[in-house]
Each structure stands twice: as structure tokens, then as C-alpha cells.
């Protein structure tokens, strides 16, 4: 992988994380049209993920500050404790699929795009059916619970399929869960950050003990890393901002045209 690739695919990392079109699905699609191949690319999609997630601590490193904050300064249990205990719930679906289904999830990424484009297909109806019933709704939504918390959790955990969007899959379910549009995307965006940076120390220490062989060069992994770094800032504002406004339909559209293309392609 050069570092002209590199960098084209950490801005589709970027870009697509958090908005709700794949960032997975996107990546397999953008290594097919470059020729990427190889167990580099596992590597890559580490270093891109782990970019992101830094970009989410930037954008709403005030919300994690008073999270913190507030967990661990006082004994006494309060709104931020009870918040983090919900995103802790959040992660019990991942968590199981993570350390009990890590290979059969693994082996569904670089075996064709009929998934990818299957998947974003389901994307597309999900995001258009939240929408869809968000506007009939008189009232204004809640705030998440753990009832919420868990569900939202499993559509994360069903997420890790290539093509189906991990922002899109959570803030659809909230959606449908009645929890308000404010919260549902922080909530979305905050739920990830343990489970994709504790993935990205766990495979940092197989590549240092030899484990996970990877010809990525330093210079294409600089690349991707600052790509996908200062895209993720911006698509992950604009995300945040495009569900306060229920917008969500379009990507729908993008979903439904992107899935619909890349199964045609895929077929004939």
C-alpha cells in the first residue's frame, strides 16, 4: 500500500465512521478499486479505527471530561456514573462477540462485496424507518436507559459485519427505541471508545510479540493515520448536528444506491 492509498483510504475512514454509511463496508469497497490486498490491511483498519476514536475525544472532550470527572471525584452515585455504568452495558453484546466470535467475524472481511452491499442495503432501511418513525411521533423521545443501553448494544455487536454502519446501526435503534435525537448520537459516538481502543492495544501487543505480521510501512500508516484523524473531527461534528435535524433519510438514499451498485457489480 502506498501512501497516496493510504491516505485516499483514511479519509473514507474518516468520512464514513460516523456518518451513517460504513466505514468497513467502504474500506473493502475502496481496497477493491485500489488493488489493496493482504494482511496489511488488517493493520491498516487499526490504525484508521484508533485515529477515529481519538477524533471523538477531541470533538467531545467536554462531555468525557465531566464524565470522568464526575465518576471518579466522588463516591456518592450521580448522573455521571449512572451514564458510563449505561455505555458499560452497551458493551456486554460487543464484548461477548469480541472475545467468543473474534475469527468468524474476521473472516467475513476481504471475501467479496455481495456483503457489503447486502448489509448497506440494510443500513439504508433502517436509517429510513427511523426517520420515518421519529416524525410520527408527538413526543420528543427520552433519555437513554438500560433498557435502551442493551439494545443498542446488540445493533452494535450485529454492526461488525462489513456494509452494515456501526453509527448508522446504534442511532437508527435509539431512534426506534424513542430515546431523544440529542442523545442518541453522543451516546453512539461515546460507546465505541472502549471496545475499538482496547481492540487496538490487543492487536498493537500480537504485531509487537510477532503475532500479526502486517508490510505496512510507516510512511502509508502516517498517512492514514492523520487522514482519517482530521476527517473523523469533521464527520463527526457534522454527524452530531445532521441527527438534531433529522437528515438521516439522505444517507439512506447514498446506502440504498451504493448497496444496490456494489451487488450489481458483485453479480455481474
Known sequence: MSWIEALILGIVQGLTEFLPVSSSGHLEIGQALLGT????????????????????????WKEVSRLFTGTFTTLQWNESKDYVAKILVSMIPVFIVGMFFKDQVEAFFGNGL???GICLIITAALLALSEWLQKKRQNSGHEVTYKDAIIIG???????LPGLSRSGTTIATGLL???????????????VLIPILGEAFLDLLKLLQGE?????????????????????CFACRFMIEIVRRQRLVWFALYCAVVGSATIIATCC
Open 37 to 60: 490486498a493482504g494482511e496489511e490491511n488488517l493493520t491498516f483498519a487499526i490504525i484508521v479505527h484508533t485515529a477515529t476514536v481519538l477524533s471523538t475525544l477531541v470533538i467531545l
Open 114 to 116: 455481495l456483503l457489503v
Open 154 to 160: 446488540v445493533a452494535q455487536a450485529c454492526a461488525v
Open 177 to 191: 427505541c424513542g430515546v431523544k435525537k440529542e442523545s442518541v448520537a453522543q451516546f453512539s459516538f461515546l460507546m
Open 212 to 232: 500479526l505480521s502486517s508490510d505496512l510501512g510507516i510512511v502509508p500508516a502516517i498517512a492514514g493515520f492523520i487522514a482519517a484523524f482530521v476527517t473523523g
